[in-house]
């Protein structure tokens, strides 16, 4: 192991932002993250997974560790279900692709999220009707000051809507480490009734799909929508969607009834934040090299030479003109460093 001094971290982020770490260095195994942990106790540190949900608005001054442990394996099995644990560097879309493969259903409406595994908790990340939560069993992690393991429980992370405990009462005191899924065996429960999934199955004369089938579909309606990182600097939906009091909502909707939402509870609903501000006029806008994609509003991009402060202030923007339009306050999703 090698403390690399002011590393660049373009390739590191998936929005492509030019930014330089003070030390970097990259883990492969418990024992190396161990090492580096109690080696550098004084040291102010930076903890990198996939680098896809993060804006760098500035240079790291920190020692960045980049956690790549690897491996998948399965813990236990029986008639109807499957324990899987991927290690927290595994890419979550070749891991979520590896299950499919084995016939494990749970995952596939997750495909193509970028990021890795050992991130997927923080966020409780979630797409086309499935969250992180509907499958995690428990993530093991590594806390920074002591070294020791502890083994989180879904009860104990505290999941809400990308939400976790991650980001709030031990946030910054652990590192995950890796992860476990409890997936179906036979008996899948396909979910297609969220989004665009059912129009795509048609389109292909899908009437009976397989998880291959949801998760071609998933695939396909992103890459329609969404840009790739590694051609259009991006970290996917820049924006949660916002949750409302339905009280609220009414008064809202009533001066603007084409307003998409969803019912979420008997007291809440959401409202697709890639709608509000599409209607706010902002989609496919572009300033300098920083800009909204054409395709998907909820995305924000850096058309290559943009840094993090213009993304952020393209973000800004896009927050005050979607609470002056609808009254309504947008939340970023992306970690702001």
């Given amino acids: 192991m090698e403390i690399l001094h002011h590393f660049s971290l373009k390739n590191y982020n998936t929005f492509g932002i030019e930014a330089k770490a003070e030390k970097f260095i990259a883990v492969h195994s418990l024992a190396e993250l161990k090492s580096v942990l109690e080696q550098n106790k004084s040291q102010k540190k930076f903890i990198l997974g996939g680098g896809s949900n993060m804006l760098l608005t500035k240079d790291i001054e920190a020692l960045v560790i980049h956690i790549d442990l690897k491996g998948k394996k399965i813990l236990k099995e029986d008639d109807d279900f499957v324990w899987v644990e991927g290690q927290a560097g595994e890419n979550w879309h070749q891991f979520v692709l590896w299950n499919i493969e084995q016939n ?85 429960k396909i979910n297609t009734s969220y989004g665009d999934i059912l129009a795509e199955l048609a389109k292909n004369n899908i009437t009976t799909p397989s998880l291959k089938d949801v998760s071609n579909a998933v695939i396909a309606i992103r890459k329609s929508k969404l840009p790739d990182p590694a051609e259009l600097g991006n970290s996917g939906s820049f924006f949660k969607n916002p949750i409302l009091l339905k009280t609220d909502f009414e008064k809202i909707h009533q001066n603007f009834p084409e307003m998409r939402f969803f019912d979420i509870s008997k007291t809440e609903v959401k409202v697709p934040a890639g709608w509000l501000i599409e209607h706010a006029g902002l989609k496919g806008k572009r300033f300098g090299d920083a800009g909204i994609h054409k395709n998907q509003a909820l995305v924000l991009v850096n058309y290559g030479g943009a840094t993090g402060q213009e993304i952020l202030d393209v973000s800004k923007k896009v927050q005050e003109t979607v609470f002056e339009t609808f009254g309504i306050h947008i939340e970023a999703e992306v970690n702001i460093i």
């Fill in 104 to 188: 494990f259903g749970g995952l596939e409406n997750m495909s193509l999220i970028p990021g890795n595994v050992g991130t997927t908790p923080v966020q409780n990340i979630g797409a086309y009707g499935a969250e992180i939560k509907d499958t995690f069993v428990s993530c093991e992690a590594m806390n920074i000051e002591t070294q020791e393991m502890r083994t989180f429980t879904r009860e104990e992370c505290n999941f809400g809507y990308r939400e976790s405990i991650f980001k709030h009462e031990v946030k910054d005191q652990y590192i995950i480490t890796s992860v476990v899924f409890k997936l179906t065996k036979q008996n899948h």
